[in-house]
């Protein structure tokens, strides 16, 4: 069965780091560029990370540059997210696609639609 399994998150204090996964079954994940999306209550869903099927060209948005790093296991079949230097912003739902159309990252990769697959998604919630 084809699906994307995220696991990771969890509850964690300010200034804290987890590592989110993501898993792919029934396709080979280095065949699309996959992004990290998150939603936060209230808020709409918003492009995190995003990296090509070699692992060459990786992308982030301006509020967690710095702090979060993107990363491909292929032997897996698995991409991740590490997080670190986390702030109560950082609290939402985190969910892995991949791009049906492309093999690297354009200039929409933030954008959620033109996605095949979409996990369930992994809850972060980050508070004192």
């Known amino acids: 069965q084809v699906q994307l399994v995220e696991s990771g998150g969890g509850l964690v204090q300010p200034g804290g780091s987890l590592r989110l996964s993501c898993v792919a079954s029934?396709?080979?994940?280095?065949?699309?560029?996959t992004v990290w999306f998150r939603q936060a209550p209230g808020k709409e869903r918003e492009g995190v990370s995003c990296i090509s099927t070699s692992g060459r060209r990786t992308y982030y948005s301006d509020s967690v540059r710095g702090r979060f790093t993107i990363s491909r296991d292929n032997a897996k079949n698995t991409v991740h997210l590490q997080m670190t230097s986390l702030q109560p912003e950082d609290t939402a739902v985190y969910y892995c696609?991949?791009?049906?159309?492309?093999?690297?990252?354009?200039?929409?990769?933030?954008?959620?639609?033109?996605?095949?697959?979409w996990g369930k998604g992994t809850l972060v919630t980050v508070s004192s």
């Open positions: 696609a991949t791009d049906r159309m492309s093999s690297s990252c354009g200039s929409s990769w933030y954008e959620p639609g033109g996605r095949n697959y």
């Open positions: 029934g396709f080979s994940m280095d065949d699309y560029a």
